[in-house]
Every structure is written in C-alpha cells, then in structure tokens.
C-alpha cells in the first residue's frame, strides 16, 4: 500500500475537467513579453536594412534587451526570421483552410480569400515578411524552403482543393487554375511589389485589382 501510495503522490495533480488553465507566472509572462519584443524589434531591422544587412545587436537595441537575451529564444538570426514567418503567416493558413472547408459557390470563397489577403496580409505587417522573403530568398534558400514548405505549399494543396470543387461543379470552365494556382496568388505578389517599390507615386487599390483578376479568370458575373 505504502509503495502504492506514494506511486500516486508523485504524479502531477490533473486539472479537473472544465477547469481553468493555470495562468503563467510573473518569470514566464516576462520572458514572453520579451519574446514578442525581440520579434517585433526584429521586423523592424529585417523590413528597414533587409535580412542579410540586419544585425542581431541592432534588433536587442530596438527591444531594449540584450544582445545574449536573444540566444536564449532563438539559435540564429536565421531561427528568428523562420519563427517571424510561423506567427505572421501561419494564422493565414488557417484562415484560408477554414474558407475552403465551406460549401460555398467558388465565387464566394473568391470573395472569402480577397478579404483574407486585403485585412489579414497587405492592410498588416505580414506583406514585409513576404517582401522579405522574396527579395532575400534567392541568397538565402534555407529561408525560402522554410518558406514553401511552411506556407506555400500548404496554401497550394488547399487553394487545389477548392479549385477541384470548382470544376466538379462546373463553375470553371477547364482545370487551368488546377494546374496552376499560382495564377490567382499572381495579382497579390504583384501589389507587394508594386507597395513596396511605387506606392509613394501611384498607390494601387488592391481590392479592386484581386477583384478585377478573379473576373478576367471567372468572366463577369451573370445577370440574375
């Protein structure tokens, strides 16, 4: 009974269920906070100088930390950079495989997925890290795997799905989108650039420019 008994003791009390987590400590909330500080600190550095000029010393001067703080959250400049791609882009991931996981007609998922890139990408910080990644991914192709492998293809197996759907239903014409989606990420690639390089001369409505791309690919909409 004795061995029984302290058998159970030293297993960890679970937490009833319905019960409330456990809130984190003072120590544990402050490392987090400075977490979030060095990853915002170094959005910063990476979107101003880039990622191949951007210094780790420079990103701890910015989140008022210290340089050794940083090595203790993330092994590299190249760790820091990969964590910014997960939290920045990975709830866009998730947003676009809830829209595609809706029965609805591909037209109002197009709308769906307009809304996801305009609010949850190019109105946000997010269209740096994408800039980012295409103008330092060619010297840096770790980062550009890290990339494809975290974002992209995800995004293209769930993009195919919907497309697929599509054309079951009749609502395409062909399986061109299918072959190649990349056809309807064309028009947001296109406004980061375009946002980063002439926006200060001509800005660019990016609705209405996904808007008028998925009419050319939809053709215009039937009076009802």
């Known amino acids: ?9 030293s297993r960890p009390a679970k937490r009833p269920r ?3 987590a456990a809130r984190p400590g003072p120590r544990a909330k402050r490392s987090a906070e400075r977490r979030d500080a060095i990853l915002a600190a170094a959005l910063d550095e990476f979107a101003a100088r880039g990622f191949a000029a951007a210094r780790l010393d420079d990103v701890a001067r910015r989140a008022k ?26 709830p866009v991931v998730a947003a676009l495989e809830q829209a595609s996981h809706a029965q609805l007609p591909f037209r109002a998922i197009a709308a769906q997925l307009i809304e996801v890139f305009v609010r949850g990408i190019f109105e946000t910080r997010r269209k ?19 990339y494809y ?51 200060r001369f001509e800005p660019l409505d990016v609705r209405a420019l996904l808007q008028a791309h998925f009419e050319v ?3 215009h909409r039937s009076a009802s």
């Open 1 to 9: 009974m004795a061995a029984t008994s302290g058998t159970s003791s």
């Open 18 to 20: 319905g019960a409330p």
């Open 65 to 90: 930390v210290a340089k050794g703080t940083i090595y203790l959250h993330f092994a590299d400049k190249e760790a820091l950079f990969e964590e910014l791609i997960r939290i920045e882009l990975g």
């Open 128 to 146: 740096d890290v994408i800039r980012l990644v295409i103008t330092e991914g060619p010297r840096f192709p770790k980062l550009a795997e890290f």
């Open 149 to 199: 492998r975290q974002i992209i293809s995800p995004v293209m197996g769930t993009i195919r799905e919907v497309l697929k759907r599509a054309v079951d239903r009749g609502e395409l014409a062909n399986d061109a989108l299918v072959r190649f989606p990349q056809l309807l990420a064309a028009p947001g690639i296109v406004a980061i650039v375009w946002n980063g390089l002439f926006d």
């Open 217 to 219: 690919l939809l053709g």
